[in-house]
């Protein structure tokens, strides 16, 4: 498939789990890809890699995102599509949440998110395509994920609205929400073999995720193909949300 040939595409929190392999889907299907994270030496490595180019960026700090557009106005002119897809997580139970806490969880998911397409818009042409990484956690209230489901229903709204926003200009605006994904930030492997059961026999399909399946969901938003989806949140959760699994 080459529904990407020579558009460029922004993937901020690029160097591993659904970003990495995102970034990995664009580019087999053609797209010039610039992919971001706090490290510089890994984002050069994780870069160098799977032939993207990297930028050492922190979405929460506005001048690195000015400094990030520079680089790729500089390199490449223009963004045709963005998978804002940086974030973090606090997970403990409300009363135990901090002022530190909630600040350095909301200026990367909902801060980053907003501030990275705000400062992209310059560079991105009429027809382009936003896609917000969202999460499951914003269909269902969940203990101890407060905060983290917070921000997460934040910014999905934010891709409804932006999808008005933008629609003069041809520019659709979606979020995914992936449910339980074997990534780094949430590997299978981590969890007693009980912990893992429970979490599969929550889902419909049986199992965990794979990055990869987002990355496939990720790329159909951002393409030609989903022309007529916009302000939608597409859950790619194996049936975790929509069913209960006898």
Request: charged share 20%; glycine share 10%; proline share 4%.
């Amino acid at each position: 498939m080459t529904r990407f040939n020579d558009k460029v595409v922004l993937i901020t929190g690029g160097t591993s789990g659904i970003g990495l392999a995102t970034a990995q889907r664009f580019l087999a299907e053609g797209a010039h890809v610039v992919i971001t994270g706090r490290s510089p030496s890994r984002v050069a490595a994780v870069a160098d890699s799977i032939g993207a180019v990297g930028v050492a960026s922190d979405v929460g700090d506005l001048a690195s995102l000015d400094a990030l557009m520079t680089t790729v106005k500089e390199r490449y002119g223009r963004i045709d599509a963005i998978f804002a897809n940086a974030g973090t997580g606090t997970f403990m139970p409300f009363a135990e949440i901090g002022e530190s806490d909630f600040s350095s969880t909301v200026d990367v998911n909902v801060k980053g998110v907003f501030f990275t397409i705000q400062k992209a818009m310059p560079l991105m042409p009429d027809g382009s395509s936003i896609v917000i990484n969202a999460s499951w956690t914003l269909h269902r209230g969940v203990g101890i994920l407060t905060l983290y489901s917070a921000t997460k229903a934040a910014v999905h709204n934010l891709a409804r609205t932006l999808a008005a926003e933008l629609a003069p200009r041809g520019i659709r605006v979606n979020s995914i929400s992936p449910g339980y994904i074997d990534t780094p930030m949430y590997p299978e492997a981590s969890l007693d073999e009980e912990p893992a059961r429970t979490i599969k026999d929550r889902v419909a399909a049986g199992r965990f995720g794979k990055p990869q399946e987002v990355a496939s969901a990720v790329a159909f938003l951002a393409s030609s193909d989903a022309s007529y989806v916009n302000g939608q949140d597409l859950v790619v959760d194996g049936g975790l949300v929509a069913t209960i699994p006898t």
